[in-house]
């Protein structure tokens, strides 16, 4: 479990961003953490990777604390994708560039092969071995980030707004990814605006507001009885408002399970 233990942070200019904030993660979970622009969602996580320390408070990983643990320490049980995947790319070869971690970790070069042969299979990168990181496009970019994690072994996936600029298929690719990687045991945890990803696919969502921690629970309990869903700047995605409009056909967490509730309920069948 990946833990906050009563968290506050202030950046050094002095903007206050973080007070008493308490948050556990547990193992599997497929978490959202989203909320205003500004409410603190890149800060938590940089803080939960080590890139800030908190100005008061602890962090625990399975009980211990990491709080003083360097980026790369926490590398062994936790990764994170960029917004801009290229940003964390230095290597000439995607395969170098997934082997970095390991070989900085110490792995021996058959362990090493191993690791990066496996992260690249699971990510669908191996025709891409020999490619050019900085040459791919976006979603590549964001698999190449993924990749690197998996060959650490990673627990636990940040990902910061993945979706942001994608299109449809590329979001569907990337979330079918996740769910195979959450299925084998991976936790997610995904910063984002995008609510139709948070209904369809994530098990928890936590919303951040002005004193912090505002909302935390499951997305349909969000979306059917959070009172303050927009003053958190979030909103109803069309399947949720489409099934609440039509009650008889149950909450929906996606278009696909709307239309096929809606055929049920209309007495049709679905394709
Ligand atoms: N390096 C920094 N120095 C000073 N203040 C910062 C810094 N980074 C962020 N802040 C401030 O901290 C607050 C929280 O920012 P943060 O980036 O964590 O929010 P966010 O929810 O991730 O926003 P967004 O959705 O725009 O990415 C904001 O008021 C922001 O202006």
Redesign the pocket.
Same mark, same amino acid.
């Given at each position: 479990m990946l833990e906050m233990r009563d968290v506050a942070f202030s950046?050094?200019?002095g903007?206050h961003?973080l007070e008493r904030l308490q948050l556990q993660i547990h193992p599997g979970e497929w978490l959202a953490l989203c &909320?205003?622009? &500004?409410? &603190?969602?890149?800060?938590?996580?940089?803080l939960l990777m080590g890139l800030e320390k908190p100005t008061r408070g602890r962090i625990f990983y399975n009980g211990t604390d990491i709080t003083a643990q360097d980026p790369a320490q926490r590398s062994a049980f936790l990764g994170y994708v960029f917004?801009q995947p290229e940003r964390q790319m230095f290597r000439s070869t995607v395969q170098e560039e997934v082997a970095y971690g390991p070989q900085q970790a110490g792995l021996e070069a058959a362990a090493v092969q191993a690791a990066v042969a496996e992260a690249l299979a699971a990510t669908g990168l191996t025709a891409l071995a020999t490619a050019y990181p900085l040459n791919l496009n976006r979603s590549e970019k964001q698999r190449v980030a993924i990749a690197s994690a998996l060959a650490m072994k990673t627990k636990y996936l940040i990902l910061?707004?993945p979706t942001s600029g994608q299109d449809r298929q590329a979001t569907r690719q990337l979330m079918a990814l996740l769910q195979r990687l959450n299925e084998n045991g991976l936790t997610v945890i995904l910063?984002t605006?995008d609510m139709d990803v948070i209904a369809a696919y994530c098990s928890r969502v936590i919303a951040?507001g002005p004193g912090g921690i505002c909302f935390d629970g499951t997305p349909e309990s969000l979306f059917t009885t959070c009172e303050e869903l927009y003053e958190l700047g979030l909103r109803r995605p069309d399947c949720v408002r489409l099934s609440l409009a039509v009650p008889q056909v149950g909450y929906c967490k996606s278009m696909k399970e709307f239309t096929a509730a809606l055929c049920r309920y209309a007495g049709g069948k679905t394709q």
């Open positions: 950046y050094k200019n903007a961003v &909320g205003r622009n &500004g409410s &603190g969602k890149t800060t938590i996580t940089r917004q910061d707004e910063i605006h951040l």
